[in-house]
């Protein structure tokens, strides 16, 4: 089976193949109660054996209510176009034939950007289509909702992980995560064949920000194979340098972020600078001296294109700062009521459904969900989980330099800590209990984990 919409009044279909038959159904009227009103739209009957696989495997399709055809492409056969009509098969042709633009963006609009990741090898004209064409502001809007994935930093490589909860809550089956994929970077001014090292990865709007042992900045979209070299304001390293991506919803472009902290005493002097892919510079856009975002707290997380610190007010005290992209300002924001008030105690991270913000205590691990934010800074939280059972082994796995995503669906946490103090990096807690460690393999000193959402979204035009 596989859904999508009509092209003219973007109606629900469902298409469903059984035997050498193949059905597609529109929904005609969908009620608050969940009940679907079905109407037959289309049967192909006696279709052969060949184009039934073909049909049937990975496939997105279209449905043009007005010929009463259907268009279809699958990822077995990325080349292959198909046209279908009532009871015969009309066309199969070449995708790299001369087909009009607009059909083709009209149909690959459709398709789920990973799906769209695998056709770039395709030929060069849907590359350059998915990379650079004006598919990405079509996809955004008709796009089937894309779930995130989740990724891992590990020994300076981003790794895409498979995290398996069925069954989670009803203690049957052992969650579990596998590495399933590696993102490729190399530098286009290195002779080496090499990877290029990773040492932070920053995820915003489906671009992520890599920050390499070489101190070069790239932003790539790995979706569609985007990427864009930038040089750092401060040539030299400095340990204190960490860099955020936003995005700037008046100007309607991506900016850096560069957080640039010097001296070793409180109150340290900081200077921020941000990068804007427009004018392709840098400029400051302010100092100040009263607050340190601290190393185990500096990478931030992006929330709606502006990013989120919990940062020291000197005295160990924790303050919420978000940094808006758009008016180019901190603002401090508040925190949950019976939250933790000492930095070392919490960490901030997303949930990977809605990406909304969430905070965990990490002592007695306590879960909150930022459900309403004001322009004044005030916001609503509201308490998602509370683990009890939590012994002091557990806790020293979980409070040192560890990062966490929040699975509303299944009620769940899955936490990521330093290998230093355990083998078993990832780490997956629900309601009132501690449930697994998972024997990953993989010894980081300093792993990330975050969620990552493919989209087809360019670097430059903000799209």
């Known amino acids: ?5 009509t092209k003219e009044n973007q109606q629900l279909c469902l298409l469903a193949t059984q035997v050498l038959d193949i059905n597609v159904w529109m929904a005609t009227k969908i009620e ?19 184009y039934h696989r073909q049909f049937n495997i990975g496939m997105s399709f279209l449905v043009d209510h007005e010929d009463k055809v259907v268009v279809s492409c699958n990822s077995v056969f990325p080349n292959i176009i198909h046209i279908v009509g ?78 398996n909860l069925h069954g989670i809550n009803n203690n049957k089956d052992v969650p579990s995560a596998k590495l399933t994929g590696q993102f490729s970077l190399k530098d286009p001014l290195s002779n080496s064949s090499e990877e290029v090292g990773i040492c932070n990865v920053f995820h915003c709007n489906g671009l992520l920000l890599c920050t ?48 640039d902290r010097s001296g070793y005493r409180f109150p340290f002097q900081t200077e921020y600078q941000v990068y804007d892919f427009t004018s392709k510079s840098w400029r400051v856009v302010g100092e100040t001296g009263g607050l340190l975002i601290p190393r185990i707290q500096r990478l931030g997380i992006s929330v709606k294109g502006n990013t989120y610190w919990l940062a020291n007010n000197g005295q160990g005290r924790v303050i919420l700062q978000c940094y808006d992209f758009s008016t180019e300002r901190f603002q401090s924001l508040s925190l949950p009521k019976d939250a933790p008030r000492w930095y070392s105690d919490v960490a901030l991270s997303v949930t990977r459904e809605e990406q909304q913000l969430c905070m965990i205590a990490i002592r007695i691990p306590e879960v909150w969900i930022a459900t309403k934010m004001e322009s004044t800074g005030d ?21 040192l330099g560890m990062t966490f995503l929040v699975d509303q669906e299944n009620k769940v946490v899955v936490s990521c800590n330093n290998s230093v103090f355990s083998d078993n990096i990832i780490q997956f807690l629900g309601k009132d209990k501690y449930i697994h460690e998972d024997q990953h393999g993989a010894k980081s ?17 903000g799209i």
Not at 32 to 50: E, M, N, R
Not at 106 to 125: D, F, G, H
Not at 148 to 162: A, E, K, P, T
Not at 246 to 253: I, L, Q
Request: charged share 20%; aromatic share 10%.
């Open 86 to 163: 009532e009871d015969k098969y009309i066309e199969s042709f070449s995708s790299t034939m001369h087909l009009p633009e607009d059909l083709v963006v009209e149909i690959l609009s459709r398709v789920p950007a990973v799906s769209l990741a695998r056709l770039r090898s395709t030929s060069k004209e849907w590359n350059a289509l998915i990379k650079y064409g004006r598919l990405a502001k079509k996809h955004s809007a008709y796009a089937p909702r894309q779930s995130s994935l989740v990724i891992m930093l590990i020994n300076f490589r981003v790794y895409i992980v498979s995290i």
């Open 445 to 461: 000193p300093t792993p990330r984990l975050l969620t990552y959402v493919p989209s087809l979204v360019q670097i430059q035009q």
């Open 212 to 259: 390499t042992k070489a101190n070069k900045l790239v932003v790539l979209n790995p979706c569609s194979g985007e990427k864009m070299w930038i040089q750092p304001r401060v040539i030299t390293y400095k340990e204190y340098n960490h860099y955020a991506l936003g995005y700037d919803n008046r100007s309607s472009c991506y900016k850096i972020l560069s957080v």
């Open 32 to 50: 608050s109660t969940g009940a679907i009103l079905w109407s037959k739209f289309l049967t192909v009957t006696g279709a052969s054996d060949c």
């Open 379 to 399: 916001i609503s939280w509201s308490k998602f989980l509370t683990v009890s059972k939590f012994d002091l082994r557990h806790h020293l796995r979980f409070c």
């Open 1 to 5: 089976m596989a859904l999508s919409v």
